[in-house]
T-cell receptor, first 111, second 111 residues
Framework: DAGITQSPRHKVTETGTPVTLRCHQT?????MYWYRQDPGHGLRLIHYSYGVKDTDKGEVSDGYSVSRSKTEDFLLTLESATSSQTSVYFC??????????FGNGTRLTVT | RKEVEQDPGPFNVPEGATVAFNCTYSNSASQSFFWYRQDCRKEPKLLMS?????NEDGRFTAQLNRASQYISLLIRDSKLSDSATYLCVVNRDGNNRKLIWGLGTSLAVNP
């Protein structure tokens, strides 16, 4: 595995509260990604990063922001959580365009 | 029509059986292809990349048919541990931010 750790593993939060998910990698991979996985949908890209302080939007970025201040950490923030953001969130890393390796996921429930 | 389509299954097979999954894609310009496996409530893990000439890794064989726009995965001598969901992934242009994920095919190998 690429040494990818996500925290927290599980979180329950209320609508309207801010939430930050953390992804930490030890492989010094340049590229990092945040995905969400929901029934009836394939994995969908939220945001990605191609280096420190370099990020861009993915397919489903509305309601999410990211930050990458260090190579090893990629944070995903829900500024004001909504029930539609209840999902399983996966972080992934890659070097150049090699296949992605995933963290073990964060299960988020917004009530 | 989804850009990447898989038969959701479930495929129920006895141990030792040979099973094959197909995945069709709609974008003829797609450049690279992968199979991932995902165990229940776990992260996706790369099973194998799919090369134009076809490739084999132990009991697993992957093939690409560009003319008909599908990729296949063949599993020989199925083991109980092969029970999982198999995700087809297509890269539109060689850039990981353009990965399109299928919904997966569920396989249950029975004793």
């Amino acid at each position: 595995d690429a040494g990818i750790t996500q925290s927290p593993r599980h979180k329950v939060t209320e609508t309207g509260t801010p939430v930050t998910l953390r992804c930490h990698q030890t492989e010094n991979h340049r590229y990092m990604y945040w995905y969400r996985q929901d029934p009836g949908h394939g994995l969908r890209l939220i945001h990605y990063s191609y280096g420190v302080k370099d990020t861009d939007k993915g397919e489903v970025s509305d309601g999410y922001s990211v930050s990458r201040s260090k190579t090893e950490d990629f944070l995903l923030t829900l500024e004001s959580a909504t029930s539609s953001q209840t999902s399983v969130y996966f972080c992934a890393t890659a070097s150049q365009n090699s296949p992605l390796h995933f963290g073990n996921g964060t299960r988020l429930t917004v009530t | 029509r989804k850009e990447v389509e898989q038969d959701p299954g479930p495929f129920n097979v006895p141990e030792g059986a040979t099973v094959a999954f197909n995945c069709t894609y709609s974008n003829s310009a797609s450049q690279s292809f992968f199979w991932y496996r995902q165990d229940c409530r776990k992260e996706p893990k790369l099973l194998m990349s799919v090369y134009s000439s076809g490739n084999e890794d132990g009991r697993f064989t992957a093939q690409l048919n560009r003319a008909s726009q599908y990729i296949s995965l063949l599993i020989r001598d199925s083991k109980l541990s092969d029970s999982a969901t198999y995700l087809c992934v297509v890269n539109r242009d060689g850039n990981n931010r353009k990965l399109i994920w299928g919904l997966g095919t569920s396989l249950a190998v029975n004793p």
